[in-house]
């Protein structure tokens, strides 16, 4: 180290020998073009990102291995230098005595376009800030199982903010209370620089005094106390979209919150299914216990009910059935969201035993034991013979 620089052989503190070749980082040859450098950077960067991989330790050191190598290839003269002389290059580091430093990108950048204007800021250039966005707004709706089957056209109110009818908008009292903000001068966006090493970074941010609007308030609407909106209720509608369930959204752009300058946030109207009278759900297929007599279950029959279709269903429960068995009614269920058709309807057969009998009735079945009662002694065979069914 000499006068503050750093010795030939090193740079920022890094060893020459030591640092990999810029077009091997970026993993191209010396006769790529501005496009394919600018492409590699931006697949690596994605892929070396700290934010997306705070599990690997070497995440924040390769992240700024490829930003350094495009910092240089991305610049012709530096490019041009390193091409003839690599890390060794004359006058030491491009950065400055510290070395390269980094640039901070976020990760949405990357996947957003905004990294060209980042760069492009660091070799002077400029950039445009994102458009203000107001908020996305969740309004809940309860419905029916008969209303989602039939796929209703439904119509309520709700509480929403709207534009206020006193100042249009503008949360201003008057027109001539709306002033150009004297900070950013009307444009929204002030431009702050940050120097790194040789080079100088711009980026550009909503004005801190007018919050991004261009513009500030000398009084106030006193109906929206400045906020440019109120609440009041408003009649939405919808149609319930075919196979819907409990917790589906759907979006109405720019229905949400409102905000003076920017672009209005989207409302969701999210679905919460009444519980049904005996029906559950699973997907597009209904699930119900059915109840039945002793008798029912030997000697068979049949059982209509209403059914969310606004139908009768017919069902034919057949002789010997035995408790905890299914029968499967087809095409009865719901619609399927991502095919077409119906699901089925399964309905599970449970014995129905009174919670009281009459001491005749205790009569009538202690006469009919022997015929259908099961003896003691054969308890065991019959737990495996019903083991067996089961499993088969």
């Known amino acids: 180290m000499k006068n503050g620089w750093p010795d030939a052989d090193t740079l920022g503190g890094v060893d020459l020998a030591e640092k990999r070749d810029y077009y091997e980082v970026l993993g191209l040859d010396k006769s790529a073009s501005d496009d394919e450098i600018k492409k590699a950077f931006r697949s690596l960067a994605r892929k070396h990102h700290p934010d997306k991989n705070q599990d690997n330790p070497d995440a924040e050191r390769l992240f700024k291995e490829v930003q350094e190598a495009y910092a240089v290839l991305s610049n012709p003269e530096q490019r041009r230098q390193y091409d003839m002389f690599g890390h060794d290059s004359p006058g030491g580091s491009p950065f400055?005595?510290?070395?390269?430093?980094?640039?901070?990108?976020?990760?949405?950048?990357?996947?957003?376009?905004?990294?060209?204007?980042?760069?492009?800021?660091?070799?002077?250039?400029?950039?445009?800030?994102?458009?203000?966005?107001?908020?996305?707004v969740l309004v809940k709706h309860s419905v029916t199982l008969e209303q989602i089957f039939r796929e209703e056209e439904i119509e309520f109110e709700a509480d929403l903010a709207t534009e206020c009818d006193a100042c249009g908008g503008s949360g201003a009292k008057t027109p001539e209370d709306v002033q150009v903000c004297h900070t950013c001068e009307g444009q929204g966006q002030v431009r702050q620089q940050a120097r790194i090493g040789p080079f100088v970074q711009q980026v550009i941010n909503d004005c801190p005094s007018c919050g991004g609007q261009g513009r500030t308030i000398k009084n106030r609407c006193r109906n929206c106390k400045g906020e440019g909106f109120v609440e009041e209720k408003q009649k939405l509608r919808f149609t319930i979209p075919p196979g819907a369930e409990d917790g589906t959204r759907m979006r109405m752009r720019g229905k949400g919150e409102p905000i003076r300058g920017g672009v209005n946030g989207d409302l969701y109207i999210q679905l919460e299914t009444e519980p049904h009278p005996w029906f559950e759900r699973d997907g597009p297929d209904l699930i119900m216990a059915l109840p039945l007599g002793y008798p029912e279950m030997v000697l068979g029959t049949e059982v209509e009910l209403p059914h969310v279709d606004g139908k009768m269903m017919r069902i034919v429960v057949p002789p010997g059935s035995k408790p905890s068995e299914t029968i499967i009614v087809k095409g009865r269920g719901m619609a399927r969201r991502r095919a077409r058709g119906y699901g089925d309807v399964t309905i599970l057969l449970k014995l129905h035993v009174p919670d009281k009998i009459?001491?005749?009735?205790?009569?009538?079945?202690?006469?009919?034991?022997?015929?259908?009662?099961?003896?003691?002694?054969s308890i065991e065979d019959a737990v495996r013979n019903e083991a067996k069914d089961r499993r088969s």
């Open 96 to 136: 400055g005595p510290g070395g390269f430093q980094g640039v901070n990108i976020n990760l949405d950048d990357l996947f957003s376009g905004g990294f060209d204007s980042i760069f492009s800021s660091m070799f002077g250039g400029g950039g445009q800030s994102r458009s203000r966005r107001g908020h996305d």
């Open 358 to 377: 009459s001491k005749s009735m205790r009569g009538v079945l202690d006469s009919l034991r022997e015929d259908f009662g099961l003896p003691i002694d």
